[in-house]
C-alpha cells in the first residue's frame, strides 16, 4: 500500500476529499516515510521533514506534498 493510501485511509477519505479538506488550510495530515511506519500527524503544509514520534526521525512528510509529486 502507498503512504499517499494508508495517509488516506487514516484521514477516512478520498483523494479529492482530501485535496478539497487542506488545500487551503495551514495545517495539513501528513505521514511518516519510513517502511513499516505510518505514524501520522499535522504537519505544515510545505513540511517534508517533520518529526516521527514512533521512528525519532525527521521523516513525516506532508500529504498534499505527497499527492502533488514532492
Given at each position: 500500500?502507498?503512504?499517499?493510501?494508508?495517509?488516506?485511509?487514516?484521514?477516512?477519505?478520498?483523494?479529492?476529499?482530501?485535496?478539497?479538506?487542506?488545500?487551503?488550510?495551514?495545517?495539513?495530515?501528513?505521514i511518516c516515510?519510513?517502511?513499516?511506519?505510518?505514524?501520522?500527524?499535522?504537519v505544515?503544509?510545505?513540511?517534508?521533514?517533520?518529526?516521527?514520534?514512533?521512528?525519532?526521525?525527521?521523516?513525516?512528510?506532508?500529504?498534499?506534498?505527497?499527492?502533488?509529486?514532492?
Open positions: 500500500m502507498s503512504k499517499v493510501q494508508s495517509l488516506l485511509d487514516a484521514e477516512g477519505m478520498k483523494e479529492s476529499e482530501f485535496l478539497e479538506a487542506f488545500a487551503f488550510d495551514s495545517v495539513i495530515p501528513g516515510m519510513t517502511e513499516g511506519c505510518d505514524y501520522t500527524s499535522d505544515e503544509p510545505d513540511q517534508d521533514r517533520g518529526w516521527c514520534e514512533e521512528c525519532n526521525k525527521p521523516t513525516v512528510k506532508c500529504g498534499l506534498m505527497l499527492m502533488i509529486g514532492f
